[in-house]
């Protein structure tokens, strides 16, 4: 099979062709006809995220088909369409797990990561964390469904659901699809992009947002809550000052850079800072059985598989609106 490998962290993924995997017990076999590339790619490429398995195949916004099934994999048949998120696996036995927070496995296992993941023909996982995709959706539109929308959506619950007032910092693919389910909520949303990111605040309006500037003008009213994606330490303060007194700031990502000193004064109030960490099984059956519901729509930019780097570098200068997605 053709895939994109990264080497060693810090260098571009190199075009190869690898031996087609094979499907152990449990797991499926899967044919890739879409993989989005997330900012957490990102974070792995960068070496930013300690020990990934090398040489990698990244990717985990996976949408394909299965084509085998392991032994005692019995969940799908073949033909059937799937969506591989970022968690793999997980042990099911420590106390994290058996409370229904495998997110926070000490021992859990993550797709492209640990294990392959999409940026290839083929891939294979274990079908216990695989998703059934809605028919609704095209293999290019679901594919930031996977992890944009599912930290998205794990990120909005984290805000409560009194939060009325929505802060989200950072439009790209995370923020573009949880906005629509905030707004179908009834939500009042406020968008931060970058300063001058003209396209991506006009995104945010298109979608509902009441408001959309750059990250440093000033709130037009306090938030409830504020949800950062984009990995800048420095918006946490920035959200703080935003939120009123009660109010929460969630940090979505996986990795963000080191948050600045910060007077008392303005966590002060039951002000809360929280983290979201991965996601659960449960995150994602209920966002993916709400999103065409409401209905979520992505906004993507495609590229072939080869054009991988292309895609990770126009992630990495803030040159897309929406997700990009790599087709093999």
Not at 81 to 106: F, H, I, K
Not at 162 to 190: D, S
Request: neutral net charge.
């Amino acid at each position: 099979m053709k895939a994109m490998v990264l080497s060693q962290p810090n260098t571009p993924l190199v075009a190869a062709t690898l031996p087609d995997p094979a499907p152990g017990a449990g797991q499926v076999l899967i044919k890739v006809h879409a993989c989005a590339v997330c900012r957490t790619d990102l974070h792995v490429i960068d070496g930013e995220l300690p020990h990934p398995h090398l040489p990698l195949v990244p990717g985990h916004e996976i949408i394909g088909t299965v084509l085998a099934c392991g032994p005692g994999a019995e969940r799908y048949r073949p033909g059937e369409r799937v969506g591989v998120p970022w968690l793999a696996w997980s042990c099911g036995e420590c106390g994290y797990c058996r409370t229904g927070r495998e997110n926070l496995c000490d021992r859990a296992r993550y797709t492209g990561y640990q294990v392959h993941g999409g940026y290839a023909e083929l891939t294979v996982a274990d079908e216990r964390y695989c998703f059934p995709i809605d028919p609704s959706y095209s293999d290019v539109e679901a594919a930031p469904l996977m992890c944009a929308g599912l930290i998205g959506y794990r990120a909005l619950r984290m805000a409560g659901e009194g939060a009325e007032r929505l802060g989200i910092y950072g439009f790209g693919a995370a923020a573009h699809i949880v906005a629509q389910v905030a707004r179908w909520q009834g939500r009042t949303v406020f968008a931060f992009t970058r300063p001058g990111d003209r396209d991506a605040q006009e995104l945010a309006r298109t979608l509902g947002a009441a408001w959309a500037g750059g990250s440093d003008e000033p709130v037009p009213e306090p938030l409830d809550a504020a949800l950062i994606f984009a990995p800048v330490g420095g918006l946490v303060p920035l959200a703080l000052r935003a939120v009123a007194k009660g109010g929460t700031v969630v940090c979505a990502g996986i990795h963000m850079s080191d948050i600045p000193a910060f007077p008392y004064d303005i966590l002060w109030g039951e002000r809360v800072v929280r983290s979201v960490a991965n996601l659960t099984r449960r995150d994602g059956e209920e966002f993916l059985a709400l999103a065409p519901r409401i209905p979520v729509r992505t906004t993507t930019t495609t590229f072939p598989l080869a054009r991988a780097n292309e895609a990770v570098e126009r992630l990495r200068a803030g040159a897309l609106t929406g997700a990009a997605v790599l087709v093999p």
